[in-house]
């Protein structure tokens, strides 16, 4: 086999100079821009993380104090949360991916999605500039009455960038429904998707459905808090608990909007390196769908002891055990998949293990949660703490550098150092453990969340989940080495590096600025690895 | 050109979805807070001017009238007539605004407006803020999707006026048809929930 060559034009040298990437209109470069200000954002959420464990080192309060504490978990919340995780897979990977997986020249309004990223970016400024102005406290649940009245903290112009940024989440979510109604090329039904795809439109729906609720939401808090007006406040006669129906309705789903993106991302990979078709491809595909409705009924599991009605309560616990069905669905797919697969252990599949392993604890630790009784004695310590980190950091983040990986070769036309991949995966995994599984038992032990001391017999195992933290960190930052080093010194990838199926693996690497040279026209059926063989180039 | 006519319906029709549950939340406040204090609800609304917000109403069921019948100019290729129409609903949507505005001066005048300067005597005084708070932001969220459509509505008349539509390139007027319509129904939901709450029992 011969190296294959760098092709000479591609989305990248078409056009030069900022100009061309700043006013782009190709969903490619777009991507790019994301991926950019998006890794810039978890940088800024990583430290403020760095800091909150290292303060948790030792008992007393001795590095942060008290009120600069709650800043730091309030916007390693914000910051992750809304600028880092929930565009993450979508606005890089689905940008990047969805109009080639699909053989379209681009998204169906390229416009729209380069503005998407510029309310992106003003959003993000908007939070910014509260972080440097002196931050937020109130956790990134704002709740009420607290935010509108207590705090003294800049909840107003953190809130006016969560609302906007919103809006470049509910553009994306459009974009992608469009494009995937409208854009599939000739024989592509649905269902030859991609699973990617499937579990990209589910996402959408949610970000179409569940963003402008939380976005009215923030409105009414700002005007609560600016006017002095008492929508949520009880001392006015208002209701903080609807402030919590209204968060959750949203933020529940939001979740998914996190999940559902690394769950098509791991429904590829798996395939691919087992080298079989995926087993229960419409299973697959509708248990995306299932989350996103199911999603939307379950918000009030977060508010089972603020006073919710016990039958309601009854309820939510039963809808949010019913919604680990879909999840399970896929999951038991996965490693049907995998059953007499030939795996290939490249440096993505370890990434996708390591999202398997977490993602499998974190959500049965959900079931915890969901349990009404448990729920009492757990509900805001280091148990949902852990718990949730294991889905969204263990599960999403996973998937994402999982993801990162599988198609960096197809994004820069280049490959990276597989042994240092395969390290970081593992630094990951192991640093992420050490950090997060010492919290499930501090939380079962009692450890509330959100306080800058503890009971010195806490300490150990705070040490233990601070070290992790440190591991995890080095896990997050060889990558960034890595691959940047991988731009200039890396192998030429060529076309197919993994000997993938899907329109995405048959042009070039990188992708010409209209992806294909002609519209493709589908015949296959999807994953068809036994027909296809191992055909890696 | 057919593809991309189908894209901008669908993509319309999702972000009118989105608008639904943007408005929604505040439906939902609404829903509770009327449950909750009927008693201040009614009153509360008794002090919206039923008068204004009636000739409101029909001002803007006209402009989607109007809207509609220059949607159907569009699709004959009617360019000046298309026009004419638009800056019709144009106008009516001016009268609503400007009508709107008298009504939120008076209740500046009142000290109607929540926050700091409100003033209002008898016991549920708390309450009715809230149902004034909800007011104004319903109905101000509705007037600012009356501005935007404004902007819609003067760029599409002057595509008109440069003769831009035919029978196969009229989707920029459907569209602006789309939202315009959206924005009447939202205030043929806002206008009973708010100025006609519990009426019947304060009557003469
Ligand atoms: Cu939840």
Redesign the pocket.
């Known amino acids: 086999m011969t190296t294959p060559a760098y092709p000479e034009l591609n989305y990248l040298n078409a056009t030069h100079g900022i100009r061309s990437w700043l006013l782009t209109k190709d969903h490619k470069r777009i991507a790019l821009l994301y991926l950019i200000s998006v890794t810039v954002f978890f940088g800024l959420g990583g430290m403020f993380a760095g800091l909150i464990r290292l303060e948790l080192t030792t008992p007393a309060g001795d590095l942060l104090a008290a009120d600069t504490y709650n800043k730091m978990f309030t916007m390693h919340g914000i910051v992750m949360i809304f600028f880092f995780l929930i565009p993450s897979i979508p606005a890089i990977l689905g940008n990047f991916l969805i109009p080639i997986m699909i053989g379209a020249k681009d998204l169906a309004f390229p416009r729209i999605n380069l503005l998407s990223w510029y309310i992106y970016i003003i959003g993000g400024s908007f939070t910014l500039y509260a972080i440097v102005v002196g931050g937020v406290d109130t956790g990134w649940t704002f709740y009420t009455p607290y935010s509108t009245s207590a705090s003294n903290t800049n909840v107003l112009p953190t809130g006016i960038g969560i609302f906007i940024t919103g809006f470049s989440s509910i553009l994306t979510g459009l974009n992608f429904i469009v494009t995937i109604h409208r854009m599939r090329a000739p024989g592509l039904t649905w269902f030859r998707l991609p699973l990617f795809v499937w579990a990209h439109y589910a996402t959408s729906l949610i970000q179409i459905l569940g963003t402008p609720v939380v976005a009215i939401t923030v409105l009414m808090l700002a005007a609560e808090r600016a006017f002095g007006i008492g929508i949520f406040n009880p001392a006015l006669g208002g209701d903080p608990v609807l402030f919590q129906h209204l968060f959750?309705f949203y933020?529940?789903p939001a979740?998914y909007i996190m999940i559902l993106p690394a769950m098509g991302v791991i429904s590829e990979l798996v395939a691919c390196f087992s080298r079989k078709p995926i087993f229960g491809y419409s299973f697959v595909a509708f248990s995306s769908l299932a989350i996103a409705v199911f999603g939307f009924l379950?918000?009030a599991?977060?508010m089972f002891v603020a006073g919710i009605s016990p039958y309601a309560a009854m309820v939510f616990s039963f809808l949010?055990f019913a919604v680990a069905i879909p999840s399970a669905v896929k999951t038991f797919n996965w490693a049907a998949t995998m059953y007499k697969g030939a795996i290939w252990l490249a440096s993505p599949m370890i990434f996708v293990f390591g999202f398997l392993g977490l993602f499998t604890i974190g959500g049965l630790t959900?079931l915890f949660l969901a349990s009404l009784g448990t729920d009492i004695h757990i509900h805001d310590t280091y148990f949902v703490v852990a718990h949730f980190h294991y889905i969204m950091v263990g599960g999403a983040i996973m998937g994402y550098l999982a993801g990162i990986h599988f198609y960096w070769p197809k994004i820069t036309g280049r490959m990276y150092p597989e042994a240092w991949a395969k390290f970081s995966a593992l630094a990951v995994f192991v640093g992420f453990n050490l950090t997060f599984f010492p919290q499930f038992i501090l939380g079962y032990m009692g450890m509330p969340r959100r306080y800058h001391t503890y009971p010195p017999e806490f300490q150990v195992l705070n040490v233990l989940s601070s070290a992790g933290a440190t591991i995890l960190a080095v896990g997050y930052s060889i990558p960034l080495i890595y691959l940047l080093w991988s731009l200039k010194y890396g192998k030429v990838a060529g076309n197919n590096p993994w000997g993938a199926t899907g329109l995405e693996w048959k042009t070039q690497s990188p992708p010409l600025t209209e992806n294909f040279t002609e519209t493709p026209i589908v015949t296959e059926e999807p994953y068809d690895y036994a027909r296809q063989g191992a055909h890696v180039g | 050109m057919v593809q991309q006519k189908e894209s901008v319906t669908l993509g319309m029709w999702v972000f009118l979805a989105q608008e639904v549950m943007f408005f929604g939340g505040l439906f939902m406040a609404y829903l509770l807070y009327r449950v909750w204090y009927p008693a201040a609800w009614a009153e509360g609304s008794q002090e919206l001017d039923v008068m204004l917000g009636g000739i409101n109403t029909v001002v803007l069921i006209g402009s989607s009238l109007t809207m509609a019948f220059a949607v159907r100019c569009a699709q004959l290729g009617q360019n000046k007539a298309t026009r004419n129409w638009l800056l019709l609903t144009l106008v009516l949507g001016l009268v609503f605004v400007v009508i709107k505005g008298f009504e939120y001066y008076h209740k500046f005048e009142m000290h109607h407006i929540p926050g700091a300067d409100f003033v209002f005597h008898g016991p549920n005084a708390d309450q009715i803020q809230i149902f004034l708070s909800l007011y104004f932001m319903m109905t101000g969220l509705h007037a600012l999707h009356m501005l935007i459509g404004f902007g819609i509505l003067a760029w599409i008349a002057g595509m008109a006026h440069k003769g831009r539509f035919s029978p196969e390139y009229y989707s920029h007027v459907e569209m602006a048809g789309l939202y315009w319509h959206f924005v009447d129904i939202v205030w043929i939901f806002l206008f009973p929930l708010l100025y006609l709450v519990d009426r019947v029992h304060h009557v003469g």
Do not use: D, T
Request: net charge neutral; charged share 0%; hydrophobic share 40%.
């Open positions: 959750w933020s529940h979740v379950v918000w599991h977060h949010s959900g």
